[in-house]
């Protein structure tokens, strides 16, 4: 027995057992309610900076596959859970991730619920170190952490009518997406300006999801601001909110955000309920300037904007893993690339 805590700014004390990396690690405490992709979830880029408890109690069931990561490593900072399968959490040692389990995650999912995001530290050492070192970690509001993931250098993935996915920490499974439908994905790196993305003369742009305070994005939102009206332009979790702020509207942050794969959105224009997955700490404020397209049925936040040229949605469309109810987001994204004409600047 590895006795381990986790330490929340509060001072609260989750005891449990370390069953990954030896040392220590601290970020912002956030959950999941999905049940399945723990390897998907772990590795999600928008994930940076936080600590992932798993409100399911026994996490992986299924084993691990590589072929599942959405990235090239895991990026929360340490994962926390009731009970996880041997081969699950070899893996999170192998990865060096500082990993828990035999935690009362019921408890620790309702703090967080009751208090809202918290910061919090973890691994083998006493209380005392801990709840210090929860509270030497900076907050992630005004941290720009997009900009510290996702590609460095422009990639392309399939082939046909091109459209140019701007990297700010996107999941491997939408440029996969995208492909599948017949499109060619030039990803390029997050602190591309306006003028570079067009210079690949896209039929369309889409801006991808990633983590941290959209607000503290400044060089993307501005990028967003002038591709708006250039080209057909899209955007996925945190690229909707970056639109929304390119249109002038605000976000905030939400009191413990919105993560897993069964959160129900209406759809404003069809009056359909669409199942879905999400991963957000941040909300877009509705105001003028942009049409709210979806809502979310949980808390009423927005969860989808449109306009001339624009259409945006704060969930994940391409699921991986969980329900596809959105999925006919990348056909509408295939469909204008193929009768749009190339932008290129001119």
Sequence with gaps: ??????????????????????????????????????????????????VLCFSYPLIGNYGVDSARME??????????????RADWTAWLADQGVVALEEVDTRALVRRIRDQGALRCALGEAPAAQLHALALAEPPIDGRPLAIRVGASQPYSVGSGPRVTLLDLG???????????????????????????????????????????????????????????GAVPLFGICLGHQLVGLALGLGTFKLPFGHRGANHPVRDLRSGRVLVTVQNHGYAVSAGNGADVTHVSLNDGTVEGLAGEDFATVQFHPEAAPGPLDALPFFDRIAETCRNAPIFALS
């Design 1 to 50: 027995m590895r006795t381990a805590r986790l330490v929340l700014e509060d001072g609260t004390v989750f005891t449990g057992r370390s069953v990954g990396a030896c040392g220590l690690a601290a970020g912002e405490a956030c959950f999941t309610t999905a049940m399945a992709g723990y390897e998907e979830a772990a590795t999600d880029p928008s994930y940076v900076g936080q």
């Design 71 to 84: 990235s090239e490593a895991v990026q929360a900072r340490g994962i926390v859970m009731r009970r996880g």
């Design 170 to 228: 996107c999941k491997r499974s939408i440029p996969e997406r995208l492909a599948a439908t017949g499109l060619e994905v030039l990803v390029v790196p997050g602190d591309w300006d306006a003028d570079a993305i067009l210079g690949t003369s896209p039929r369309a742009v889409l801006i991808g999801n990633g983590p941290g305070d959209p607000a503290a994005l400044d060089v993307p939102v501005a990028a967003v601001r002038e591709l708006l």
